[in-house]
């Protein structure tokens, strides 16, 4: 009974991770570098949501959609402003860049809106029951809302042509290239699709706890090791990956102290790559 | 966001030292005393950092408005400790070295305070704290240091009498990773077990989760019948959201600066119901915790409010009653305005007219009677605890 | 204000050791250590608890602070060794992680969150803070430029062309009948102790440390020293640090001339700037301000031009 409650648990955790974990091995899988300005792009879209929600008053869904929306401009503009030049430079300066950027981003936030935690103005339900196993409505409308929109990106990509060139060029950048894919419109749909997810999950996580500049650096650790975890560049990776970190670190709560969650989770990380060091579904070496 | 600025103090200050301080004639005119603030402006503390510095601000304007002390009016210099102790480390060296402050005043984690600390006592500079860790007094401070903070023992004691004599018998503890989270459970066992009262659980969890599910679920398992919470505002919430969440209507007592009215206000009503909260305090009859509310503008101003409110209002009357601004006069004259047998003071300008009429004064602060034993921490206080209702703090009742 | 100075030399002494420690195992290596102040806290807390407990001679527990991390730096690369890239990024990461955790939770080691106080300094008592912080410039220097010279010696032997070949690309050093692995420990061995050098070295100076010294904040600042100055190169290391530990402390001066704003306002400000001047720096010097003076073939196939393909494509 227990140890099925931490699954649940686990599971709703994972979810909220899955949703800013697709969008960084989204970049990853595009643009080949691992972008850490998605921590301050999540802070962007609890913010726009509040904004959204708090001061005008529109409902949880709008306001997730608004997040989405902002964080996805945000994410291409930083990207074509800061971090598109980098990249000549190579991955892993663009990534270091990628985290100054995301310094640069959250402090932003911090000068116009201050540091004290805020909510949403959204009412809050007991949880249900299920012979003993509980699972929150909050939670279960957040695992909705993640699964649509990864439904949705899979769709995208599987049957638009946008879609098919994104996958392209995350394939075989030089043949997309001389098929007469344009690179620069894939990174700018790549970077506002994946941003915006970043948004959406940090509005995700802000439901569930309290909104402040912190909220996207508080989960970027978890989420990059999702990432990494499913196979970064591989879309249904991240998912599984998410849903990996989340269970492993409920479950470890039977062997050992919650303040050991953190290390917990990153051995897991070790013992999955030991075995497959391209992570649970990754194919690239990168 | 925060009103008082560092330039608006400074503006403030620099018209009253044109204007109000004019009658005072000649020695009015001095160069203005230096404060050092260093204080969580980013970071895990960031959301505490800004409400201590509003309310020493509030103290230093007060005092300023009233023609400064010794004649000179009081400037702060400002510098965010990052909640990282490496960063606090080269914030304090600039205020001690390059800005030449007697003091500073507002660290808030404890590692910070440990880390700054050996750098204010080599300098010989005043350091006033918030930190909980009972390990801060005994480093080799030579006096440098007080802390406003009761100690794990006076706090958890206090707190155990409070869980007692609220039905309190079964007491689950659920705390975050921090160095007094040991001493606390500790301390308020050794109250509760003669009593008859016993801790049915103890979980100490990991700071920045978004969910405390299970933690909860594992501190339920010992059927408590109280929950004595003992982290930060973050994390606090998160936890009420999910035990609300879980259906525990249990009551719950919460550290008055985890859940301060202005976080309250942020969440839901029927979270934060039947929360029990507790601050340190002076005398029912003192007046310096309603002139600390009323000087930022609060109804019921949290434990950290109170705590900054005393050391601005320690910084000034030390000054004054020293006539000398230096590290080594606040450590030597800091007892002599806050202990003993004088005239009973509750804010720093009624402290500075009774020094200027030449008599001793006793300060008797909003977080307590500020009475301080040789290592720097208070010698006791009586306890002030806030019962929320409908989403608001109401007095409850002082112990 | 010289004393000030002087105690952030200090400063930047130790950040430019780790920025050469790091030179090493990424700059040279190109093996991506995210982890590097889990090693900084294992010299640390080795030298710390030596001397503290012990009353090990400080030389000694520097010592001591170097092989505990240099060892702990093999262990690491010899369990990640078949990782590349990210995947050995998460792993660094997550090992500097676990070690801050670890240390957090395990009162008996080092008091937990409370940290370790009253690390000795050489002489502090005799010589008062400021010459005491004068005294531990003058070992900072000494030591960064040993290190310096250490470090180039390295670029230019055998062992640092192998590297750089690993570096640029691993098979074709493999084909060429190198043992790869191996370089790959070695490199992070040398570099590690590095690492712990400058985290012992920063605990008997500052006398305190604790769990909370070491978040990823210090890692990206040193990271950040290493792009600033020119991945790869010595000078650059140094000069990074240098402008790092600049960007860091001339910000504190400008805040208070910017009127109308609060002091949170201010903080967040401030650290905008930090990030700006570094994002400007990396952007215009893409390859440092003192970029490698080794001449580099054009490989294809790497990652950095796979990004530039789609770069020339447009």
């Not at chain 3, 005799?126 to 003058?138: D, I, K, M, S, V």
């Amino acid at each position: 009974m227990e140890v099925l409650q931490l699954i649940v648990n686990g599971l709703m955790a994972g979810t909220i991770l899955a949703v800013p974990a697709i969008g960084l091995t989204a970049i990853f899988a595009v643009l080949r570098f691992t972008n850490f300005a998605l921590a301050s792009h999540m802070t962007i879209g609890a913010f726009a949501g509040f904004v959204a929600n708090v001061t005008f008053g529109l409902p949880a869904v709008a306001s997730l959609a608004f997040a989405f929306l902002i964080a996805g401009l945000v994410g291409v503009i930083s990207d074509e402003l800061v971090l598109k030049p980098f990249r000549r430079s190579g991955f892993i300066t663009t990534a270091i860049g990628s985290i100054a950027l995301t310094i640069a981003l959250e402090n932003l936030v911090r000068f116009i809106f201050g540091n004290q935690l805020r909510g949403y103005d959204l009412p809050i339900q007991r949880d249900w029951s299920f012979s003993g196993i509980r699972v929150s409505p909050q939670q279960v409308e957040n695992f909705v809302v993640a699964v649509i929109v990864m439904a949705m990106l899979f769709a995208f990509l599987a049957f638009t042509r946008t879609g098919k060139s994104m996958r392209a060029v995350a394939d075989n950048p030089m043949l997309a290239a001389i098929k007469g894919i344009n690179a620069n419109v894939v990174a700018r749909l790549v970077s506002f699709v994946a941003m915006g997810l970043a948004g959406l999950g940090g509005m995700l996580i802000g439901l569930d706890t309290t909104i402040d500049p912190l909220i996207g650096f508080k989960t970027i650790l978890q989420i990059f090791a999702a990432a990494v975890v499913g196979g970064l560049g591989s879309i249904p990776g991240a998912v599984v990956g998410a849903l990996v970190v989340g269970v492993g670190e409920e479950l470890s709560l039977l062997v050992l102290s919650p303040a050991y969650r953190t290390a917990v989770g990153f051995i897991a990380i070790l013992i999955v790559l030991t075995f497959r060091p391209r992570g649970i579904l990754g194919q690239r070496a990168y | 966001m925060l009103k008082t600025t560092r330039r608006k103090v400074l503006k403030g200050a620099a018209a009253l030292a044109t204007t109000a301080a004019l009658p005072k004639g000649a020695y009015a005119q001095g160069e203005p005393i230096k404060i050092g603030i260093l204080t969580p402006l980013t970071g895990a503390g960031g959301n505490d950092g800004p409400r201590m510095l509003k309310a020493m601000t509030a103290v230093f304007e007060e005092v300023n408005k009233q023609g400064g002390v010794l004649g000179r009016k009081i400037e702060t210099v400002v510098e965010d400790d990052q909640t990282n102790p490496e960063a606090a480390v080269r914030a304090a060296r600039k205020l001690i070295e390059v800005n030449k402050v007697p003091m500073i005043l507002g660290t808030w984690a404890s590692a910070v305070t440990a880390a700054v600390a050996p750098v204010c006592w080599e300098s010989k500079t005043f350091l006033m704290t918030v930190s909980g860790a009972d390990s801060i007094t005994l480093l080799p401070h030579q006096g440098f240091l007080i802390r406003t903070q009761p100690t794990s023992k006076l706090q958890a004691t206090a707190h155990g009498e409070f869980l007692w004599a609220q039905g309190g018998r079964k007491v689950a503890i659920i705390g975050i990773q921090a160095p007094f989270a040991m001493a606390n459970k500790e301390h308020l066992e050794a109250t509760l077990k003669p009593k008859g009262g016993e801790i049915v659980s103890h979980i100490i969890y990991e700071k920045d989760k978004p969910t405390y599910r299970s933690e909860i679920d594992q501190m339920m398992r010992g059927k408590p019948d109280y929950i004595y919470t003992n982290g930060y505002a973050p994390d606090t919430v998160v936890l009420l959201r999910d035990m609300f969440r879980a259906g525990i209507n249990l009551p719950k007592f919460a550290q008055s600066y985890a859940v301060p009215q202005p976080t309250l206000d942020t969440i839901p009503a029927e979270v934060s119901a039947n929360v029990f909260t507790g601050q340190p305090s002076a005398d029912i009859e003192s007046p310096a915790y309603k002139l600390a509310a009323a000087r930022i503008g609060e109804k019921e101003p949290d434990g950290y409010v109170s705590q900054a409110t005393d050391w601005a209002s320690l910084a000034v009357l030390t000054i004054a009653k020293a006539k000398a601004v230096s590290g080594v006069a606040m450590k030597d004259n800091v007892r002599k305005i806050c202990q003993g047998s004088g005239q009973k003071v509750y804010s720093a300008v009624e402290g500075l007219k009774v020094l200027a009429e030449g008599k001793e004064i006793n300060y008797e602060g909003a977080s307590g009677p500020c009475d301080f034993t040789d290592i720097g921490d208070i010698l006791g206080c009586r306890f002030r605890y806030m019962h929320v209702v409908k989403g608001k703090l109401e007095f409850l009742k002082l112990v | 204000m010289e004393h000030y100075l002087v105690a952030m030399g200090v400063t930047a002494g130790i950040y430019a050791m780790m920025a050469l420690g790091m030179n090493v195992i990424w700059g040279m290596a190109g093996l991506i250590n995210l982890g590097l102040v889990g090693f900084f806290a294992i010299g640390a807390y080795t030298s710390g608890l030596l001397t503290l407990k012990l009353g090990w001679p400080i030389p000694l527990g520097i010592l001591a602070g170097m092989a505990a991390a240099s060892v702990s730096g093999v262990l690491v690369a010899m369990i990640t060794v078949r990782l590349r890239g990210d995947y050995l990024a998460i792993v660094t990461l997550g090992f500097a992680e676990t070690m801050r955790v670890v240390m957090s939770n395990e009162l008996w080691i080092a008091n937990g969150t409370d940290g370790l106080s009253g690390i000795p300094g050489p002489f502090r008592q005799a010589l008062g803070p400021h010459l005491f912080n004068l005294q531990f410039l003058g070992i900072v220097v000494a030591v960064t430029v040993i290190l310096f010279f250490l470090v180039e010696r390295l670029v230019h032997s055998p062992f640092g062309r192998v590297l750089r070949g690993i570096r640029d690309d691993e098979q074709i050093v493999a084909v060429a009948g190198k043992n790869v692995v191996m370089f790959k420990v070695k490199a992070f061995a040398f570099g590690t102790a590095a690492l712990g050098l400058a985290g012992a070295l920063y605990g008997h100076f500052t006398s305190f440390i604790a769990p909370d010294l070491f978040a990823p904040l210090l890692t990206l600042y040193v990271k950040l020293s290493l792009l600033a100055g020119g991945l790869g190169n010595s000078i650059g290391a140094v000069v990074g640090a240098v402008l790092v530990v600049f960007f860091l402390e001339s910000t504190r001066f400008i805040i208070p001339w910017v009127p109308g704003i609060s002091a949170v306002q201010g903080a967040a400000l401030r650290e905008l700037l930090i990030a700006i001047a570094l994002l400007v720096v990396l952007r215009f010097y893409a390859r440092g301000l003192v970029p490698e003076r080794i001449a580099q073939p054009q490989l294809p196939s790497t990652p950095a031009q796979a990004s530039l393909v789609i770069g020339k494509s447009t």
